[in-house]
T-cell receptor
Framework: GAVVSQHPSRVICKSGTSVKIECRSL??????MFWYRQFPKQSLMLMAT?????????EQGVEKDKFLINHASLTLSTLTVTSAHPEDSSFYIC?????????????FGSGTQLSVL | QKEVEQNSGPLSVPEGAIASLNCTYS??????FFWYRQYSGKSPELIMF????GDKEDGRFTAQLNKASQYVSLLIRDSQPSDSATYLC??????????FGAGTTVTVRA
């Protein structure tokens, strides 16, 4: 399947700092990428849809000023958690879709475990 | 609201047995259905997808879809300890925002 690379895999930071997470599609172009958050023993929660060359679309309840998304190219989307606080500690996962029509599938990056002290 | 329901488990099966996982969904407009496997601390890995009614087999995995009943299942034959993981059912509608179930935890006993 398609390869989606996500960095860093783990971040530990102090409260109030900003953290940037990168998501790259390595062997395909992704006009749309998705950012998810997952708390322990819970399912994936879609945070936002990242669209290349335009503004991201955020899900209800997700603060766009706190979770900045930039999709500057067809292979790179970034999520910046601004002024992180302990409640932002979570597993963040990006994904990108490859294929078209019924052959379209979603592939995930390896995830970033964010721990805010 | 799109909902995807799964039994949370844990589902415990002996090695070599068949593990059967079930998933129901509420959106009748759903087009594609996916099963992801997620190991603890790792991101989900796509293992099966299906969009036509009936069965689809891939190795030890069989996905079954019944759109009339809004039901999709995953069978794991000859279960191995390495199959121990959480299995996420995901349903895609026309806007391609996947809706995920909470996942079923499977434990294969050696």
């Amino acid at each position: 399947g398609a390869v989606v690379s996500q960095h860093p895999s783990r971040v530990i930071c102090k409260s109030g700092t900003s953290v940037k997470i990168e998501c790259r599609s390595l062997d395909f172009q992704a006009t749309t990428m998705f950012w998810y958050r997952q708390f322990p023993k819970q399912s994936l929660m879609l945070m936002a849809t990242s669209n290349e060359g335009s503004k991201a679309t955020y899900e209800q309840g997700v603060e766009k000023d706190k979770f900045l998304i930039n999709h500057a190219s067809l292979t790179l989307s970034t999520l910046t958690v601004t002024s992180a606080h302990p409640e932002d500690s979570s597993f963040y996962i990006c994904s990108a879709r490859d294929g078209a029509g019924y052959d379209e599938k979603l592939f995930f990056g390896s995830g970033t475990q964010l721990s805010v002290l | 609201q799109k909902e995807v329901e799964q039994n949370s488990g844990p589902l415990s099966v002996p090695e070599g047995a068949i593990a059967s996982l079930n998933c129901t969904y509420s959106d009748r407009g759903s087009q594609s259905f996916f099963w992801y496997r997620q190991y603890s601390g790792k991101s989900p890995e796509l293992i099966m997808f299906i969009y036509s009614n009936g069965d689809k087999e891939d190795g030890r995995f069989t996905a079954q879809l019944n759109k009339a009943s809004q039901y999709v299942s995953l069978l794991i034959r000859d279960s191995q300890p390495s199959d121990s993981a959480t299995y996420l059912c995901a349903v895609n509608s026309l806007d391609y925002k996947l809706s995920f179930g909470a996942g079923t935890t499977v434990t294969v006993r050696a």
